[in-house]
């Protein structure tokens, strides 16, 4: 619960945090005659502004908080030079950019707003936001408390959700993937691609069973499908993800071909393909909506790797599906990655490798952008030694 005085009151709401911040001690009610400025020193105090104004005043608030904080100081920029003076490894880059990104976070996310129990919003000019907030988070007891800036992400998740994402054109149709909130969003076609375009393992026609390990939205199984392989099984241990998965399986009419299933990486059996896109980073994830990006000392990745070869049919193959950013940033080697998988008694039977083209790659005033700069996408074919 989360506690504020207000008209000489002591109220009190449920707390949401998709981020897994604790309820904030410090409030302060905030309206339409808060400055930024007071706002922007109020967040970096600690003390959390509960709007009770104009619901698009307080949009514009966050915005202007948003340039105050993204807004080098002369200091900061100072510190920068100094920084590449010293020439910074790419990990303490790394992690100094996660640190950056998490105290932006911290105040970026003081602004809270109050949502009714039927996801209604009481301010003058609010948006209805009822279906994006039960897409999210379901239906509730009690009103509750969350950041302006969560419920933004809600709905434009929604938004996303609504319209879907494109990732491939089949019979001159173009075929969608509909994520939903909390589940990470097929954006970067590249990978998709690698998939299309890797041969098939002629065991699938002794066996035409294949795996996808950690489904997500759906997205790869979908590729698989229309690749004509008759039986897929799709895995996750997300309930968003399961629900997601077959939510777009079900639009696209593609029920009597993938199956999916909630559990931690492989169902029972074997198959001749197995299809894995782990998370790419070896680092702790600061939210729940950071899971599919980072895989805490690679769990994902070494379990796939370690178990792939009790789950393949004689003669079928593993397709892990990799960048090798991790290698740029320093939290991972190629030699590692090598050894884990000769660990697993695997080879490799060849490698497709493409380059990214989403906007970040080609962004130079991003804090990674020499390792994305960098990056390659890999699509290995691994088989039993």
Known sequence: MIHWEESG??????????????????????????????????ACEGTAILYRGDFQNARQLLQAL???????????????????????????????????????????????????????ISLRRAPDVTQACLEAYGKQNESYVISLRELLG?????????????????????????????????????YIELVLKAPLPIALKQNPVAFDIGVGTGVLSVVLAIREIQKIIGT??????????????????????????KTDLYPEGKAALVVC??????????????HAVYDPDSRMLKGFLSQLKDHLSSGGEGWLILSDLAEHLGLRTREELL??????????????????????????????????????TSLWRLASK
């Open 9 to 42: 009151q002591t109220c009190s709401a449920k707390w949401h945090s998709e981020n897994g911040i604790a309820p904030h001690k410090k409030i302060q009610i905030g309206d339409d005659t808060l400055t930024a400025d007071i706002a922007y020193r109020l």
């Open 66 to 120: 948003v340039r105050r904080v993204d807004k080098p100081s002369k200091k900061s920029a100072l510190a920068d030079r100094v920084a590449k003076e010293k020439r910074q490894s790419p990990l303490d880059i790394f992690h100094l950019h996660r640190l950056s990104q998490s105290q932006r976070a911290r105040i970026l996310g003081m602004v809270l707003i109050e949502v009714n129990v039927d996801h209604t």
């Open 154 to 190: 809600v709905i434009s998740a929604h938004e996303w959700r609504k319209k879907g994402v494109p990732i491939l054109a089949r019979d001159d149709e173009e075929i969608r993937i509909h994520p939903h909130y909390g589940v990470f969003s097929p954006m970067r076609g590249e």
């Open 236 to 261: 996750d241990q997300d309930d968003r993800a399961i629900a997601c998965a077959k939510e777009n399986i079900k639009r696209l009419h593609l029920e009597s071909q993938i199956e999916i299933q």
């Open 277 to 290: 896109n782990p998370p790419w980073l070896p680092a702790r994830p600061s939210s729940s909506l950071e």
């Open 339 to 376: 050894l884990w998988i000769e660990a697993a008694t695997l080879k490799v039977i060849a490698r497709l490798d493409t380059k990214p083209q989403h906007p970040k790659a080609f962004d130079k005033t991003d804090a990674l952008h020499i390792a994305r700069s960098k990056e390659i």
